[in-house]
């Protein structure tokens, strides 16, 4: 099997890909606090709330693809393979990071040429391009 060089996305992308999966959690997170109202009910309104904003960028991110990275046709997968994802524990540490430093995590883009940024370094990961045709082997 032939394999190609990797594809780095734009800073423009993936910003469209966070921007996207932040509606989503925030949409979801209002979802759910709107459907568990009540004063006997506000410590399970607040789990569920952090459950949501927790879970769903490590756990797709490590397991398949979020919303926002299938839309961009992006994947988050290990630095030192491309080909494979990264696992759960790395998907929260660069999840935790890209929460600490925010927008500010990306300007470590600009000073490498794989265009990794903070959260990326930080965790062993690499974001890339899906395959040509959205081979749907890659998400």
Do not use: W
């Not at 890909?17 to 009910?41: H, K, N, P, W, Y």
């Not at 789990?47 to 490590?58: F, G, K, N």
């Amino acid at each position: 099997m032939e394999t190609t060089a990797p594809h780095y996305p734009e800073l423009n992308r993936r910003y469209l890909c966070s921007f996207i999966d932040g509606m989503i959690v925030f949409t979801t997170a209002m979802a759910v606090g709107l459907a568990l109202q009540g004063e006997r009910l506000v410590g399970v309104r607040i789990t569920a709330i952090l459950l949501v904003i927790l879970t769903y960028e490590p756990v797709l991110t490590s397991r398949l693809c979020t919303a926002g990275q299938f839309a961009m046709g992006l994947r988050v997968r290990r630095h030192k393979s491309v080909d494979d994802r990264i696992s759960l524990p790395a998907a929260y540490i660069r999840y935790v990071v890209k929460l600490i430093f925010g927008f500010y995590s990306f300007f470590a883009m600009s000073f490498n040429k794989e265009r990794r940024a903070l959260h990326d370094l930080v965790a062993g990961s690499i974001v890339v391009e899906s395959r040509a045709g959205r081979d749907r082997s890659d998400i």
